[in-house]
């Protein structure tokens, strides 16, 4: 036996509407805060080159660039939802991580291809980080699935009483 009152779907519903939780919140401000700290980290490093940097170096800091500018974008993004998301946010992030993963770890191989030497190793790291990334977006998915699902019962439920 519960001592909550029972709430109707629609207020159920309604109750859905506040704004991010402070967990949520502290989770995008991390991903504003460090995106941007990485970001400007990476100008400055790739900037404060002495003379001119061979392509492939130049695309990696342009790679690394990238990438934290999205996490960037992600968190600024997630700040200013004020609506139900419905666990859009985790497969964003899960498929920034498996984006990331993917890409590092086929330039990282690329470059270890081309010098000869440590390839197992780059494989082994980037494929822990790739299969990580993929179980998270695999499971990011299903819980968006089962909260849009339970948000459609909801406005069933609601719409015949």
Do not use: K, N
């Not at 004020?82 to 946010?89: H, K, M, N, W, Y």
Request: aromatic share 6%; glycine share 8%; net charge positive.
């Amino acid at each position: 036996m519960t001592e909550e009152p029972r709430l109707s779907a629609r207020e159920l519903i309604e109750r859905l509407e506040p704004a991010l939780s402070p967990a949520r919140r502290i989770r995008a401000v991390t991903a504003l805060l460090t995106g941007l700290s990485g970001t400007v980290f990476m100008a400055v490093l790739w900037g404060g080159e002495p003379g001119p940097l061979p392509g492939r170096t130049q695309a990696m800091f342009a790679l690394l660039t990238v990438v934290c500018l999205a996490w960037a974008v992600y968190g600024g993004w997630l700040l200013t939802r004020r609506v139900p998301l419905f666990a859009t946010d985790r497969v964003i992030a899960a498929w920034i991580a498996l984006a990331a993963s993917l890409v590092t770890t086929a330039a990282l191989a690329a470059l270890a291809v081309r010098r000869g030497t440590g390839l197992a190793s780059v494989l082994s790291v980037g494929g822990l980080f790739v299969a990580t990334a993929l179980v998270l977006a695999v499971r990011a998915h299903a819980r968006r699935a089962a909260l849009l699902r339970r948000a459609r019962e909801l406005r069933t439920h609601t719409s015949e009483d």
